[in-house]
């Protein structure tokens, strides 16, 4: 269960930033919910890193958010332009 609910918050995160980052991005529901879960990734160990977060501990709705907006915003930076 722990991992569908990963994978629904994902496509969640994923869609909400893709929405929030102009610019066209990758589609689907697969890519979405890796892009969200990524960000989430993300997150976490930049945010365990800084010492935001415990050990252990992952990032929240916010922080998955921010992480999957930024992992957008390279994409744009490195894919080319069509």
């Not at 102009?22 to 930049?46: H, K, M, N, Q, W």
């Not at 929240?60 to 992992?71: K, N, T």
């Given at each position: ?20 980052t102009p610019g ?10 890796a892009i969200g ?46």
């Amino acid at each position: 269960m722990h991992l569908i609910w990963t994978i629904l918050i994902g496509f969640v995160v994923g869609f909400l930033a893709k929405m929030l980052t102009p610019g066209r991005d990758p589609s689907g529901f697969f890519i979405t919910s890796a892009i969200g879960i990524a960000g989430s990734l993300i997150a976490t160990y930049v945010g365990q890193a800084m010492h935001w977060y415990a050990v252990g501990q992952s990032a929240g709705f916010i922080g998955a958010l921010i992480g999957a907006i930024v992992l957008l915003a390279v994409y744009h930076m490195v894919r080319k332009p069509s």
